[in-house]
């Protein structure tokens, strides 16, 4: 899958493979990698606007709760699923979110830290609880201490993980969003400095293209 930076791609891989599609992968860091022709979106959304406001408070995940409630007219698995699928694939736009707004109002969101322990460690944004990527995130693994009444922000590092796992969450009923760009679009140059992933222009590889 491919598009513009990744992230909207990461999102419908995301909806492919959960309907059983396992030979479906996103392409890092979308057509900016490909050739330079297609590189803008990735060094316009850089930024180190909110680099100072990063804090090492611990934030601790909610008590266990329920589960999302929806209405479906299906009653099999795979008619509901269907279902799910075909609302969340028109919400893209819908499911996304900014730095600015939620630094703006960072009351308003339960903000996921999808980063190692470590990582969540060196810093994130005031609030953020940290969840491990693929040890969470399931019955068994903390997917019920996220809300069901209020609006949650994901964020990884580049706006693909997190868009990953905000389809996912969405088809499950969840509220959430993804925050474009990750970290990268917030303290890049502090990304960079403590080696989390981020980008860099030496990943735009000059690949032919067609334009037919």
């Known amino acids: 899958m491919v598009c513009y930076s990744g992230q909207t791609a990461s999102y419908a891989t995301s909806i492919l493979r959960l309907l059983g599609h396992s030979n479906v992968y996103c392409l890092k860091f979308g057509m900016c990698s490909w050739h330079q022709d297609f590189a803008g979106s990735w060094p316009s959304n850089i930024s180190n606007t909110y680099a100072t406001q990063l804090t090492t408070d611990v934030t601790e995940k909610n008590a266990t709760g329920s589960l999302p409630k929806f209405t479906t007219s299906s009653t099999d698995g795979e008619g509901i699923l269907d279902e799910r699928v075909d609302l969340v694939l028109t919400e893209w736009g819908d499911a996304t979110t900014t730095a600015s707004a939620v630094f703006a109002n960072p009351d308003d969101y339960y903000i996921v830290n999808y980063w190692?322990?470590?990582?969540?460690?060196l810093g994130h944004i005031p609030?953020?609880?940290?969840?491990?990527?693929?040890?969470s995130m399931s019955l068994e693994a903390?997917?019920?201490t996220l809300p069901t009444d209020k609006t949650i922000v994901v964020y990884c590092y580049t706006g693909q993980t997190s868009a990953h796992?905000?389809?996912?969450?969405?088809?499950l009923g969840y509220d959430a969003k993804s925050l474009l760009f990750g970290i990268n679009g917030m303290?890049?140059?502090?990304?960079v400095n403590n080696e989390m992933t981020h980008w860099d222009d030496a990943y735009i590889m000059g690949y032919d293209y067609v334009t037919e």
């Open 116 to 121: 190692s322990e470590a990582h969540y460690n």
């Open 127 to 135: 609030g953020a609880i940290q969840y491990t990527p693929k040890a």
């Open 142 to 144: 903390d997917l019920q």
């Open 165 to 171: 796992l905000t389809a996912y969450l969405r088809i």
């Open 187 to 191: 303290a890049y140059d502090w990304a």
